[in-house]
């Protein structure tokens, strides 16, 4: 079923893509960007004392990108800019609960797939780009010491990132921002304690990369 979902969002982007055109120029990129999450991830550690939760901060880890892009110049300086990447980052949190330091560490691969509508400015040095963003969980269920995971959220997930770039010749400078339209719930069993923990596992991102114009 995930296999079917990757290869239609991939498909649905390239559908974009027409292969002659008198009204549009075509031209791809490849691009990686280093990903900074945007604030620290939020957690939350339900207990067996009194049915209390607490809420805490993990660990933030700096993570990647990496991917195609393809720009549809279009008329009245609009351009259409479809893109498929694959996304690595993580987070770090040490569950209160746990007394042997135990930590648990969120792995984010992901297939992202935006569609992003940008405006030309200064020619074509530089343009602004807003849209959505598919993404396809790549992450498997997993075991983590004395805690388990319960994987609640959906296959595809929905975003939208907002940003803009420079380009120096075949060079390109890209800076973006993504957050999601709705959350993305994890959660975490403990196997020797009944203690709950609950993670959003989308969080806000910034994107800041480069890329080379074939």
């Given at each position: 079923?995930?296999?079917?979902?990757?290869?239609?969002?991939?498909?649905?982007?390239l559908?974009?893509?027409?292969?002659?055109?008198?009204?549009?120029?075509?031209?791809?990129s490849a691009?990686a960007?280093?990903?900074?999450?945007?604030?620290?991830?939020?957690?939350k550690?339900?207990?067996?004392?009194?049915?209390?939760a607490?809420?805490?901060?993990?660990?933030?880890i700096?993570?990647?990108?990496?991917?195609?892009?393809?720009?549809?110049?279009?008329?009245?300086?609009?351009?259409?800019?479809?893109?498929?990447?694959?996304t690595?980052?993580?987070?770090?949190?040490?569950?209160?609960?746990?007394?042997n330091?135990?930590?648990?560490?969120?792995?984010?691969?992901?297939?992202?797939?935006?569609?992003?509508?940008g405006?030309?400015?200064l020619g074509?040095?530089?343009?602004?780009?807003?849209?959505?963003?598919a993404?396809?969980?790549l992450a498997?269920?997993?075991?983590?010491?004395?805690?388990?995971?319960?994987?609640?959220?959906?296959?595809?997930?929905?975003?939208?990132q907002?940003?803009?770039?420079?380009?120096?010749?075949?060079?390109?400078?890209?800076?973006?921002?993504e957050?999601?339209?709705?959350?993305?719930?994890?959660?975490?069993?403990g196997?020797?304690t009944?203690?709950?923990?609950?993670?959003?596992?989308?969080?806000?991102?910034?994107?800041?990369?480069?890329?080379?114009?074939?």
């Amino acid at each position: 079923m995930k296999n079917k979902i990757l290869l239609s969002l991939i498909h649905a982007a390239l559908g974009l893509i027409p292969l002659q055109t008198a009204y549009a120029q075509v031209t791809f990129s490849a691009k990686a960007h280093a990903a900074f999450p945007a604030k620290t991830a939020s957690w939350k550690e339900f207990t067996t004392v009194i049915g209390t939760a607490k809420e805490s901060s993990g660990k933030n880890i700096t993570g990647f990108n990496a991917g195609i892009s393809a720009r549809i110049d279009l008329p009245k300086s609009l351009f259409l800019m479809p893109e498929v990447y694959f996304t690595q980052f993580k987070n770090e949190y040490a569950p209160i609960s746990s007394s042997n330091n135990t930590s648990i560490t969120i792995d984010y691969n992901r297939l992202d797939v935006p569609v992003l509508l940008g405006y030309r400015v200064l020619g074509k040095q530089a343009g602004v780009f807003f849209g959505p963003v598919a993404s396809v969980d790549l992450a498997q269920t997993s075991s983590i010491k004395s805690f388990s995971e319960v994987k609640e959220s959906k296959d595809v997930s929905w975003g939208f990132q907002i940003g803009a770039e420079a380009r120096i010749k075949k060079i390109i400078i890209d800076a973006r921002y993504e957050s999601s339209f709705s959350k993305d719930q994890r959660k975490f069993i403990g196997t020797l304690t009944s203690a709950q923990i609950q993670y959003d596992y989308r969080p806000s991102i910034f994107l800041v990369g480069l890329g080379y114009e074939f």
